[in-house]
């Protein structure tokens, strides 16, 4: 499975990050396969991978011994659930008190992650966010609106920052349709 070609518009951006180290690595959240944060650590980038499945963590660790990635740059596994229902206490906010150069989210959204995502971000470093919007139940699933994004709804949560870029519309898929609705946003926090 290849990686999002939005990532392609976004490495020269992460190499530039300041303190872009193994201190504050990239973050690919919700990670599945790791088809993105993969690519990431193939161009020289050190990179955690998270996820709530250990399967999903046990096949990425697997995905680069096969392939020799670790000698490119490093890679971290967290297994932790994102969609915890008490938010509001702060002990249990999975990034609260954690530093990622960028952090990365593909086909996955949970609102509630939105502040803690800016938040755990470095200053100058990016948020690299594609999930499905409303449009997508025409051409499959996700269907539940809890899981679409509104119109501009990712550029408005991302209005304090720097957009590098956003895209709203359709792009091409490997489901029946050949189609699936998404926004996209590279976004650039302040330096200060």
Known sequence: ??????????????????????????????????????????????????????????????TINCHHCEGKSSAGFWQV???????????????????????????????????????????????????FTVDQPQFGRPKNPKFLLKPGELVETFSDWQVIHSFEGLVEANNESGKQAVAQIIARKPLL
């Open 81 to 131: 659930d994102f969609e915890q229902d008490h938010f509001e206490q702060e002990k249990v906010k999975p990034l609260a008190g954690k530093s990622f150069s960028a952090i990365i989210v593909f086909r996955y959204l949970h609102r509630a992650l939105f502040e803690q995502i800016k938040q755990a971000v470095i200053p100058g470093g990016y948020v690299v966010y594609e999930t």
């Open 1 to 62: 499975m290849n990686h999002s070609p939005l990532l392609e518009k976004t490495i020269a951006f992460l190499h530039e990050v300041p303190d872009a180290n193994e201190q504050t690595p990239v973050l690919d959240l919700a990670c599945g396969s790791g088809r993105n944060g993969l690519y990431l650590l193939e161009q020289n980038l050190p990179v955690v991978f998270a996820d709530i499945k250990e399967s999903a963590l046990e096949q990425v660790k697997s």
